[in-house]
């Protein structure tokens, strides 16, 4: 039992803990991008101690710096904005909140399986935030940005997987 749960959580660390550096980013500098960078931090560190009884209230803590950077990004307008025609800017930005409030709901969902130590809700509600991470950088992140913050499929910087090997992984 303990073998496949450490299996599970272990493919959830690598689907959700790609480098740290273009982790939940929107570009250098932004305090929209200083923000995700702080979530992908956290979400990185709950990820390697999810599970770990004895690191419960650290989980805890990691978990609520989380949500309060995921709080503050809602507010926060994504430089895609700029590239949206003025007479869909408003809907563009209606859907951005629903998807933080949705990443919002998840990361409370997370909370609460952990403390109720339930292994099962807490891989359900990675595997969600996992998803909410990649549809929402997909229809949220400026594409500029993307293609001047990462390498190209199957080359490496400073260390790191490209997008596309991540993708594979």
């Known amino acids: 039992m303990i073998r496949p749960l ?3 959580m272990t493919a ?3 689907i959700l803990c790609c480098a740290h550096s273009t982790t939940f980013a929107e570009g250098d500098g932004s305090p929209l991008h200083d923000k995700m960078e702080q979530m ?13 009884s004895s690191k419960k209230e650290t989980t805890l803590a990691l978990i609520a710096k989380l949500r309060t950077n995921a709080a503050a990004a809602r507010e926060l307008t994504p430089t895609k904005v700029k590239t949206i025609p003025e007479k869909n800017r408003a809907e563009f930005m209606a859907d951005y909140k629903a998807a933080m409030d949705d990443l919002i709901s998840q990361i409370d969902r997370l909370a609460i399986a952990v403390k109720e130590n339930k292994p099962e809700a807490q891989q359900a509600a990675l595997k969600e935030i996992g998803e909410t991470k990649q549809d929402s950088h997909v229809t949220y992140r400026s594409k500029q940005k993307e293609h001047s913050t990462e390498s190209s499929p199957g080359e490496k ?4 997987h490209s997008s596309k090997e991540r993708e594979d992984d």
């Open 6 to 8: 450490a299996n599970a």
């Open 12 to 14: 959830a660390a690598l």
């Open 40 to 52: 992908g931090k956290a979400l990185h560190a709950v990820t390697k101690q999810l599970g770990d």
């Open 157 to 160: 910087r400073n260390g790191e």
